[in-house]
C-alpha cells in the first residue's frame, strides 16, 4: 500500500513538473546545451540527460537543443523557450543574448525568420531575402515605399503578413516593411510589439498578446 502511494505521488510529481516546465536555451556546444529551468540559474547539461522528469535533452548544436517532453521533440533555438501550452498560451518569453540584444525565432507566414526585437522600427521590416524565403511576394502585392536607412534612402515595399508568430503569440494581418538593401537583419517592430505588453525583467523580456 505505501509503495503504492509513494508511486501515485512520484507519478503526480512528474506529470505537475512536465505541465509546468518553462525551458530556455542560454548557451549551445557539441552535445551540450545550457538551459535555464523555470526561470533558474543556468546550468550544463549533456546529451542523453534528464533535465527535470520527464524532460531529457536528445541533442544539441549551433541550430539548438532538442528535447524529449513527455514522449514528444521539440526544438529549441537560441535565446528561445519552450513550455506547457506554448502554441496557444498568448504569451512569449524572449532571453538577451550576449551583446543585450532580444532575439526572437518566429513564424512568418508560416516560414522560420530571426527577428530583432527593435522597439525604434515602426513596422516589422524583412530583408528581400527574407520575404523571398518564406514566399512573401512583395513586388508584385506590395506598395513602393522609400525608408531612410544609415546609408541614406533605400527602395522597399509594405506589404501586409498573413501570420506572424513568436512563442505562444500568433498575430494576423500584420503590416511589414520588405526592404531591398541596406538591412542585415529582420527586425520585430512595433507593428507586432503595439499588440502586445511588454515586460523587461534584466536579460528577460516577457510579451503578453493584448489583441
Do not use: W
Amino acid at each position: 500500500m505505501l509503495c503504492r502511494l509513494l508511486l501515485a505521488i512520484a507519478l503526480s510529481l512528474s506529470a505537475l513538473a512536465a505541465q509546468a516546465v518553462e525551458i530556455a536555451v542560454v548557451g549551445l556546444f557539441p552535445g551540450k546545451a545550457v538551459l535555464v529551468v523555470n526561470g533558474g540559474n543556468p546550468r550544463g547539461y549533456a546529451v542523453g540527460a534528464t533535465v527535470i522528469p520527464g524532460v531529457k535533452l536528445i541533442s544539441a548544436d549551433e541550430g539548438g537543443a532538442v528535447l524529449e517532453v513527455e514522449g514528444r521533440k521539440r526544438k529549441i533555438a537560441m535565446g528561445q523557450h519552450a513550455g506547457s501550452g506554448d502554441s496557444d498560451s498568448g504569451s512569449a518569453t524572449l532571453y538577451a543574448d550576449g551583446r543585450g540584444h532580444f532575439i526572437a525565432n518566429g513564424q512568418v507566414n508560416g516560414g522560420s525568420v530571426r527577428m530583432l526585437v527593435d522597439t525604434g522600427a515602426t513596422m516589422i521590416t524583412l530583408p528581400a531575402y527574407d520575404a523571398a524565403r518564406i514566399g512573401v511576394d512583395y513586388r508584385k502585392k506590395g506598395r513602393p515605399v522609400q525608408v531612410r536607412t544609415a546609408n541614406g534612402i533605400a527602395p522597399a515595399y509594405m506589404v501586409k503578413l498573413d501570420t506572424v508568430k513568436v512563442g505562444g503569440i500568433t498575430l494576423h494581418q500584420i503590416d511589414a516593411i520588405v526592404q531591398e538593401r541596406g538591412l542585415s537583419q529582420a527586425l520585430l517592430g512595433m507593428s507586432f510589439l503595439n499588440r502586445t505588453e511588454m515586460r523587461r525583467d534584466g536579460d528577460t523580456m516577457t510579451l503578453k498578446k493584448r489583441f
